[in-house]
């Protein structure tokens, strides 16, 4: 089992900057892919970017690409979203996800095929 716990949300301005934290225990996150989706009010949830653990590579959403910027923290097991140039159209609970893979290359953005779940943090942006 992996349990995630994300922080680091709050309302801000648009065009601040924001980080974004997930925490993991329970297991050693070698061949995990850490993800972080975002859900708006009334809408689905979303995918934003991932990191394979061991490599520290990354995968972005193209709607995030050059604002969003992935992470990791090896001597606390913790995974960082940087978001930068906030807009109204970012606020949204987001999400850290995590799922177990053999083939770091192989990136997925489906809801479903990841195990494991935190709880949300939300992030609020006024204008």
């Known amino acids: 089992q992996v349990q995630l716990v994300e922080s680091g949300g709050g309302l801000v301005q648009a065009g601040d900057s924001l980080r974004l934290s997930c925490a993991a225990s329970?297991?050693?996150?070698?061949?995990?892919?850490v993800a972080w989706f975002r859900q708006a009010p009334g809408k689905e949830r979303d995918f934003a970017a991932s990191?394979?653990?061991?490599?520290?590579?990354?995968y972005y959403a193209e709607s995030v690409k050059g604002r969003f910027t992935l992470s990791r923290d090896i001597a606390k097991n913790t995974v960082h979203l940087q978001i930068s140039v906030l807009k109204p159209e970012d606020t949204a609970v987001y999400y850290c996800?995590?799922?177990?893979?053999?083939?770091?290359?192989?990136?997925?953005?489906?809801?479903?095929?990841?195990?494991?779940w935190g709880q949300g943090t939300q992030v609020t942006v006024s204008s």
């Open positions: 996800a995590a799922r177990q893979t053999w083939n770091g290359n192989l990136w997925s953005t489906d809801v479903g095929a990841y195990d494991y």
């Open positions: 990191i394979f653990w061991s490599r520290g590579s990354t």
């Open positions: 329970g297991r050693a996150l070698s061949n995990y892919h």
